[in-house]
């Protein structure tokens, strides 16, 4: 006999967690919701791999973000490349739009679900396995763009009813003119305050310092509120792209609030910056975050590809769903006798067939059947015998109320999608 050793102390991986029952219902719906909302807007699912070339992100995250410095899951693979599991989904959607030719056909509209992976501390509404939904607009440089895919955004969380608990939060980060005047500007300022920094805002300081308005170390917060605001250094073309977005929401009816604080964590993000807030998860409060990103796809060696899109949290958006859609409840197929079981068998194949959730229990007398069909909340209990077999009918008992219909047996879908018991 196969002896099997028992290993008593296995656990998911710190950070990552099993989705069963109501949790998975919940991320599902999560995923459904903005799948089917996404497709309102012409957006097509792409999927792409779980692991990536390191180079993918850490030439489009540049090595100075957190995400590459200190969270990334990256190892050698046996054939000794450099391997990284994806913390997030736009670089690889753009690496896919050049690898497969289509920056000569933009714009493409990309939605995409699936696990990401960050070295994070865990915590709620923060995992080292998470999921997002995402979608990114690529090749289309107009404000009318960001607004669209603020609005989808933002018709997501109304499909999952949660929208009245979360605010959009809206900044600009101006063109590359803006950016270079006001990024002189912070490091004028955060100088002459460097002691007063945390050390990973100090290494900010020269090659990014838009990412210690980033920070979530409360000393650099405390130098945040005096320190030089973009809405100073834009250009007058940054200002007619930022007027715009404005103005278009405005038309499309999504309510925003400005935050100048909001940057994204990303080196290549200019114009829009937004973040979807609640107040509902503590600290880990951003439920859905995005921007414009001009400049990645040239980062992945393809032509200069304008481009905009967000990712949002499915666990932080699941977490804040109230009622979802309940399960169907199925029909439970009993068998009376051994003699039954192949009539019952078919009955619960052909309900099956006609879009009935249908189940049996796999032993058991009449009795323990019973009792398991109204554990599985069964709407109706289909009972066959051998009277009912020799007569080409079932009894067909409503559990709600109790009251026993016989049924001829080829008819049996049609009577309970129907409510109406057919001649036979
Ligand atoms: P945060 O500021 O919370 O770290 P982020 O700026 O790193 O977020 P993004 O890279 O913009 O996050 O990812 C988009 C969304 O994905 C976030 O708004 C959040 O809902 C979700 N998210 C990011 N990191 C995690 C994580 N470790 N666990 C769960 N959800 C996450
Ligand atoms: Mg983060």
């Not at 990536?52 to 200190?70: A, N, P, Q």
């Not at 714009?107 to 990114?136: D, L, N, S, T, W």
């Not at 250094?233 to 935050?259: C, H, I, Q, S």
């Amino acid at each position: 006999m196969q002896e099997y050793r028992v290993v008593s102390s296995l656990q998911p991986v710190r950070g990552t967690h099993d989705l069963i029952g109501e949790d998975r219902r919940r991320f599902t719906h999560v995923v459904e919701t903005a799948r089917r909302i996404v497709g309102l807007y012409g957006f097509d699912e792409w999927a792409t791999p779980v692991f990536e070339d390191t180079r993918v992100f850490s030439r489009s995250l540049g090595d100075t973000s957190d995400v590459v410095s200190k969270e990334m899951y990256t190892f050698e693979d046996r054939g000794g490349e450099s391997l990284t599991l994806r913390p997030e989904g736009t670089a690889a959607i753009c690496r896919a739009l050049v690898t497969n030719g289509l920056t000569q056909s933009l714009p493409q509209k990309v939605f995409y679900a699936g696990p990401m992976f960050r070295y994070e501390r865990p915590q709620k509404g923060r995992y080292r396995q998470f999921h997002q939904i995402g979608a990114e607009l690529l090749g289309a440089a107009e404000p009318l763009a960001d607004a669209e895919v603020i609005a989808m955004g933002r018709d997501v969380l109304q499909g999952l009813g949660i929208a009245h608990d979360v605010v959009l939060e809206l900044n600009t980060l101006g063109d590359m003119a803006s950016r270079d005047a006001w990024r002189t500007a912070l490091i004028a300022y955060f100088s002459e305050r460097r002691a007063e920094l945390s050390p990973d805002s100090q290494a900010r300081l020269e090659r990014n310092p838009l990412r210690i308005l980033d920070s979530k170390a409360a000393q650099d917060r405390a130098l945040l509120a005096d320190a030089p605001m973009i809405a100073d250094f834009l250009t007058p073309d940054a200002r007619t792209f930022w007027d715009d977005l404005r103005r278009t929401l405005d038309v499309m009816g999504v309510k925003f609030r400005e935050n100048p604080r909001i940057v994204r964590g990303l080196d290549y993000y200019g114009h829009t910056a937004f973040e979807f807030v609640t107040e509902r998860l503590g600290a880990q409060g951003t439920v859905l975050a995005g921007g414009r990103y001009d400049g990645l796809v040239a980062e992945m060696g393809g032509p200069a590809t304008p481009a905009i899109g967000w990712a949002g949290g499915i666990e932080r958006l699941s977490m804040l769903l109230e009622d979802i859609p309940a399960e169907p409840r199925p029909v439970a197929v009993i068998p009376m006798g051994a003699d039954a079981q192949a009539a019952a068998i078919t009955v619960l194949q052909a309900m099956r067939g006609a879009g009935v959730r249908a189940e049996t229990s796999y032993r058991g007398n009449m009795k323990r059947r019973m009792e398991r069909a109204n554990r599985m909340n069964a709407t109706h209990a289909i009972v066959i015998g051998s009277d009912e077999i020799a007569r080409g009918v079932v009894q067909v008992k409503d559990l709600d109320s109790g009251q026993q219909t016989e049924v001829p047996m080829d008819g049996v879908a049609a009577f309970l999608l129907s409510g109406t018991p057919k001649k036979a």
